[in-house]
């Protein structure tokens, strides 16, 4: 029985490393969105973070159940950090658990570091979106009247003379 968890547990680390891998090119492909301004193109990665996430978070919970049977086959106490729990177990699963650890660990560092540089990029086109709006409308303020005679001159916010 233990051997199937230590099994079905490998699978399900595996298999989390594998979605955040996929979120993170996910990242990747929203920052080039962001960069390139294809706001339409942002909500499809949106969505597919979404799908990600929720096969992750099932995941989760089929992980933290797997843990806790085996924390009742190896009587290890609650509350203990993931290491810690490890560390109770068997060498042989220590040995095969810590390496998927790892490299899970490692693609959700890259993980944070895009999603970090994505975060700073949308702060950015809000300031500029900010500042642009601001501009429109303090412009407007400074007119009052909207539409002239053909000949009077009118400040524009756009010089279409080239």
Known sequence: MSEQLLSELLE?????????KNLLDIAEDKKETL????IDT???????????????????????ELMEDIKEDFDIEDDLSYLEFV???????ENRLNPVREDLLTTLEEFHVINEENKKLIEEAVRFNKFSIDLIVDNLKNNENTYHSQNESSPRLLDTRG
Request: aromatic letters at 6%; zero cysteines; a negative charge.
């Open 12 to 20: 399900i680390l595996k298999e989390e490393n594998n979605l955040y």
């Open 35 to 38: 960069i390139n301004n294809e």
């Open 42 to 64: 942002l909500f499809s990665h949106v969505e597919n973070d979404r799908d990600h996430i929720d096969e992750i978070s099932n995941l989760e919970d089929r992980r933290l």
């Open 87 to 93: 560390s109770q177990l068997p060498d042989e699963w």
